[in-house]
């Protein structure tokens, strides 16, 4: 069965009609595969709803709704929410230091958790994850690394 692996600005076009909305929908939707986010993403998805509906002019309702279309999707068993580890921790740590320092780039600290624990997720799985993200500067950074590539299948989408 094939894993997929959400980041929040990939995951967040299942909620909020973008250009990945249709591609994202089909594939949490699918009974054929298991689709997993970090705890990280749980808290990371409430402000990235915040500041979508923001920008569209929502009202507190409908990021209500929205909201609360997410919590089902877990409650349901369609996102399964991994905890980060301790060794999820470090391994950020260790990508921070090759972004911010090896390679001069800008990674945050929610983005580098979450992409090791989808590192951590495919390691323990003993197969290759699909990592599903629409920030083209943590795919590229990624990109860049022979543990992720090797173990994850990175995939970006439009935003």
């Given at each position: 069965m094939q894993i997929y692996f959400f980041d929040t600005s990939a995951l967040q076009h299942r909620y909020v009609n973008g250009p990945s909305s249709r591609a994202v929908r089909r594939i949490v939707s699918d009974e054929r595969v298991i689709c997993y986010i970090a705890d990280w993403t749980v808290v990371e998805m409430a402000s990235t709803l915040a500041r979508r509906c923001r920008q569209l002019?929502?009202?507190?309702?409908q990021f209500?709704?929205?909201?609360?279309?997410?919590?089902?999707?877990i409650a349901?068993?369609?996102l399964n929410v991994r905890i980060t580890s301790t060794r999820d921790f470090t391994r950020a740590r260790d990508l921070l230091r090759f972004a911010g320092m090896i390679r001069a780039r800008r990674l945050s600290s929610g983005d580098a958790l979450i992409a090791a624990c989808g590192l951590d997720l495919a390691y323990s799985e003993k197969q290759r994850v699909i990592f599903c993200t629409s920030d083209r500067p943590?795919?590229?950074?990624?990109?860049?690394?022979?543990?992720?590539?090797?173990?994850?299948?990175?995939?970006?989408?439009?935003?």
């Open positions: 002019s929502f009202s507190c309702r209500d709704r929205l909201e609360g279309q997410f919590f089902a999707d349901s068993g369609r943590l795919h590229s950074i990624l990109g860049d690394i022979t543990a992720f590539t090797s173990a994850l299948k990175l995939r970006l989408f439009q935003t």
